[in-house]
Structures are given as structure tokens and as C-alpha cells.
Nanobody, 124 residues
């Protein structure tokens, strides 16, 4: 059974940076398309960033493009999200997501497995 465990969230100020990590256990990491989603209070869960499993090309939501960077380390079974120039509107619970043998993962409906989420709070 695959499990995802996120870490790295916290409380920061506008303009600060954070790096989120997500460790996949129980299955072969390289077989999974991986992505980050987030959910702010009172809003639906939304796509943030994804990596194509086959060639590691990246995709970003317009709201984070140029500020966030997604990456993966298959030797450590770990997905990362480097977040720079954080804004108050980035405040949300951030979820790691995986789809077995998927090519790219950009919609919540395609997700096989979710992490438990990590809170990111950005204050001005």
C-alpha cells in the first residue's frame, strides 16, 4: 500500500520561502506521476504543480508559475515543492498527490493517493 507523507509547512511572512517535501513509501516511486495541490479555507482543492513521469517536464498553475518549482529525487522517493516570493493568497493546506503509472497528474479526480497535507500560512 502506497503512503505519502508531507513535511515542511509552516508560518512565514510575505516574500519568504519554504520547501515542502513528500516521501512515498510502499511502492516504486518512479512508477508514479506526482503533483502538488492545495486547498484554502472555504475553497476547492486546486492544482499547483506537476511533473510528467516520463520526462520530468514541469507544469504549473498560473498563480504560482515563476515562483514555485517542483522536483523529484527518485533515489530518495521524494517529491519537492520549492516556494519563493510567498504571498498571503498562497495560504492553504498543501497536498502531495500520486497516480500509479500516470503520465501527468493535474486534476484531483485522477489522484490515486493523497498525503495528509501540510499547512502553509503566509502573513503580511
Amino acid at each position: 500500500q502506497v503512503q505519502l507523507v508531507e513535511s515542511g509547512g509552516g508560518k512565514v511572512q510575505t516574500g519568504d520561502s519554504l520547501r515542502l517535501s513528500c516521501v512515498l513509501s510502499g511502492r516504486t516511486f518512479s512508477n508514479y506521476a506526482m503533483a502538488w495541490f492545495r486547498q484554502a479555507p472555504g475553497k476547492e482543492r486546486e492544482f499547483v504543480a506537476a511533473l510528467r513521469r516520463t520526462n520530468s517536464r514541469t507544469l504549473y498553475a498560473d498563480s504560482v508559475n515563476g515562483r514555485f518549482t517542483i522536483s523529484r529525487d527518485n533515489t530518495k522517493n521524494t517529491l519537492y515543492l520549492e516556494m519563493n516570493s510567498l504571498k498571503s493568497e498562497d495560504t492553504a493546506v498543501y497536498y502531495c498527490a500520486a497516480k500509479s503509472l500516470g503520465i501527468v497528474l493535474t486534476t484531483a479526480g485522477e489522484v490515486d493517493t493523497w498525503g495528509q497535507g501540510t499547512q502553509v500560512t503566509v502573513s503580511s
